[in-house]
């Protein structure tokens, strides 16, 4: 995923409507809203990378990012297993649209990196395991100034 989703969100924040960006807002409520009932967060959590992906307006880019989402489909579980967790990716969500709809192509991979770090390092925390090869510079690109990677990889 963090080869391809900040390649999508560019182009989603290039291409994206100001429906898009409205529904995107939606999936963030419906997150907010869903604390207590964690099938519906999950479900929140998912629309909005679903609605991003489709934002960017590519079928074949959306068809390998929902292939990876399929692979990926048995860690999503562990999104939201804790406030802290669910809090986050209010925050992650709330900044990544920011990003999208100010349109700045660094700023979005940035945020992107960051989204995805804590995902990573949420499997990592519950599968009690890092990953065992060392992070390619070209997937560290932009992560200097965020500062979370160094904390789930050895850099």
């Known amino acids: 995923r963090k080869t391809l989703e900040p390649r999508i969100a560019q ?17 963030i409520d419906l997150l907010a809203a869903h604390g207590d009932d ?25 068809s390998m990012i929902l292939g990876l989402e399929q692979e990926l489909s048995p860690l999503h579980d562990m999104m939201l297993r804790t406030p802290e ?10 900044a990544t649209l920011a990003a999208l709809k100010r349109g700045d192509p ?15 390092g949420i499997v990592a925390d ?15 690109a932009g992560l200097s100034s965020v500062g979370t990677l160094s904390r789930y990889t050895k850099v």
Do not use: C
């Open 11 to 27: 182009l989603a924040a290039f291409r994206a409507t100001d429906e898009d960006f409205a529904e995107l807002q939606e999936s």
């Open 38 to 62: 964690i099938n519906k967060a999950e479900q929140a959590e998912l629309l909005f990378h679903r609605i991003m992906w489709r934002a960017a307006r590519n079928g074949s880019l959306q």
């Open 85 to 94: 967790d669910y809090a986050a990716g209010i925050e992650l969500h709330t």
């Open 106 to 120: 660094a700023e979005i991979e940035q945020e992107m990196y960051r989204h995805l770090a804590h995902f990573e």
């Open 126 to 140: 519950v599968l009690q395991r890092t990953p065992h090869r060392q992070t390619p510079a070209f997937l560290l």
